[in-house]
């Protein structure tokens, strides 16, 4: 079974510019996550999609980030502008829970991410 | 997130040798997702654990949830270098009402051989 697909692995760019990043969740997941990671921190969820819906984007920076899930399946997350402070990894994973309330297993994949570096 | 906490944060130990990494939640853990990380790569998932008292092993790794439900651990016994890498602990706090992990800050782990 393929992976979650995220593309690219690396951008540079420089601040003020814009970027974005692709991500192709495993086959069927209905759930799709997208995650910032800076250096020394743990993943920091940005925004969650179910299906095609956006569930939870409140740590989302709106006035800059803008993320959309197509026919509930690729998804692209983009930055426009980028400050120094967006460099960081961007993660993306997917899940198909399952069971309910305090049966929930709901073990997300992640992608390789992608490595940006604002200058 | 500081409802989250890992200690160490980091570790150095010899081929080897046994080490446990702690994972600490302010809140009741009703699930408690483990995953590994190498540098510049995504994340792993490494073991799941929902139940007070509950453990699992894979391979030389194993994991525990405490009956309170708010601390886990992981302990790899007779470590390899291919154990190297950062360990994080995700936790569901909802309780099953939405499917966020809050994860925690990891823990980088060096082997030498």
């Known amino acids: 079974e393929a992976g979650v697909a995220q593309s690219p692995r690396y951008k540079i760019i420089e601040k003020r510019q814009s970027v974005a990043f692709w991500c192709n969740p495993i086959?069927?997941?209905?759930?799709l996550y997208w995650y910032q990671q800076i250096l020394g921190q743990g993943p920091k969820l940005l925004i969650q999609?179910?299906?095609?819906?956006?569930?939870?984007d409140s740590q989302l920076p709106k006035d800059r980030f803008s993320a959309e899930r197509l026919k509930g399946v690729d998804s692209t997350l983009k930055i426009q502008p980028a400050k120094l402070e967006d460099s960081a990894v961007y993660l993306c994973?997917?899940?198909?829970?399952?069971?309910?309330?305090?049966?929930?297993?709901?073990?997300?994949?992640f992608g390789a991410g992608t490595r940006l570096s604002v200058l | 997130s500081q409802e989250l906490e890992q200690s160490p944060q980091s570790l150095i130990v010899q081929e080897g040798k046994n080490l446990t990494i702690n994972c600490t939640s302010s809140?009741?853990?009703?699930?408690l997702y483990w995953y590994k990380q190498k540098y510049g790569e995504g994340l792993i998932f490494l073991m799941m654990?929902?139940?007070?008292?509950e453990e699992k092993s894979h391979e030389k790794i194993t994991a525990k949830l405490d009956e309170k439900k708010q601390q886990s651990s992981l302990h790899i016994t007779a470590s390899q270098p291919s154990h190297a890498g950062i360990y994080l602990c995700?936790?569901?706090?909802?309780?099953?009402?939405?499917?966020?992990?809050?994860f925690g800050k990891g823990t980088l782990l060096t082997v030498n051989p």
């Open positions: 994973a997917s899940s198909l829970p399952a069971g309910q309330g305090l049966a929930l297993v709901n073990i997300q994949y």
């Open positions: 086959s069927g997941h209905a759930t």
């Open positions: 999609f179910q299906n095609n819906g956006v569930v939870d």
């Open positions: 809140k009741t853990l009703y699930g």
């Open positions: 654990l929902q139940k007070g008292g």
């Open positions: 995700g936790a569901d706090h909802s309780g099953g009402s939405n499917y966020k992990l809050t």
